[in-house]
């Protein structure tokens, strides 16, 4: 089983999109949040696609990449995924700071409507972990 290195751990914990890919699906743009045990979560609403399609095969991929103007860098991480009912607000107002200005009353009453909705927290448990740096 492949894990995340330090390394990987800090490069992910930047504010940058992932590509999330689930069976059937195509891929989709995410924040999302390395935990220090070496897992990615995200969150989502229970009744999204990528949910249906993850309640039939609890597999999926992210790809993180450096953005344009820095040295060519990735990260793929594979693996099953756990739907979690619990810890999923908690994430989308962490990550809502991390990706947004929430000084700006648009973006917080953008949290405050994702926070009126019922989340769900998706854990990726890397399987398969692919690393390039140029």
Known sequence: MDTLTPADLEFLRRPLHGFLTVAGGQPRPVWFEATPEGTLQLFSEPDAAKV???RRDPHASIV???PVGERERWISVAGG???EPDGAHDLAERLASRYW???DPARAA???EILSTDQLRLVLHP???RRYAY
């Open 101 to 103: 200005n929430l000084d």
């Open 81 to 83: 995924v756990s739907l």
């Open 110 to 112: 953008d949290l405050k």
């Open 64 to 66: 993180v990449a450096a």
């Open 127 to 129: 399987e398969k972990v």
């Open 52 to 54: 249906r399609r993850l």
